[in-house]
């Protein structure tokens, strides 16, 4: 489940339905699919993930115009990772929105909305978030700098990150609240 926490306003909201009212409020999507746990091991093949969540992902496709889906893995083993990691870390918008559903690890967007203070999201297996084309946001990894998730698209060219070079990024820290970070 989700964590949202609004650091100006030095608060944490950890209710779904909160979290779901609250960022619909600064036009972000969140949902979660899979209430009682994941339908697939968070170890299955692209094409298990993607059969799994066939339905959500036709439906997402229809109501969002995306054209195609993909699973994306990022584990400390990954090449380059640090590197691949510099480009969303900072503040940046798309051309197209960035729809993410997590089925392993967590990351944590940053998104900063026109009107209002930067809310940070740590995301998990089983939520979905859509931060709309043009929003401002940043992502990081958490602890565990892992994360495998569902990804669609409008037009996969359209992906590129515009930087904002406001280096707003740099007043929040890149943490997680979860389990994850507290082990640490
Ligand atoms: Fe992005």
Sequence with gaps: MA?????????????????????????????RWDADGLRVGE??????????????????????????ADVINVSPETPGLDQMLAKFNKE???????????????????????DGPV????????????????TRHWFDLCADRTVRAIRLFQDSSGWTPHYTDSRNEEGYQALCFSAVSSER
């Excluded at 339905?17 to 949902?31: H, K, N």
């Excluded at 690890?105 to 940053?110: D, R």
């Excluded at 809310?119 to 709309?132: C, Y």
């Design 119 to 134: 809310a940070a999201i740590e995301m998990e297996a089983g939520d979905l978030i859509r931060v709309p084309r043009g």
């Design 3 to 31: 964590t949202l926490s609004i650091p100006e306003e030095d608060t944490k909201i950890t209710d779904p339905r909160e979290i779901t009212d609250y960022l619909a409020g600064i036009g972000i999507d969140y949902e």
């Design 92 to 114: 940046h918008w798309h051309d197209e929105d960035e729809v993410r559903y997590i089925v392993k690890g967590h990351g944590l967007f940053h998104i900063a909305p026109e």
């Design 43 to 68: 170890d299955a093949s692209e094409e298990e993930i993607l059969e799994a969540y066939s339905a959500e992902i036709e439906q997402l496709k229809e109501s969002g115009g995306y054209v195609t």
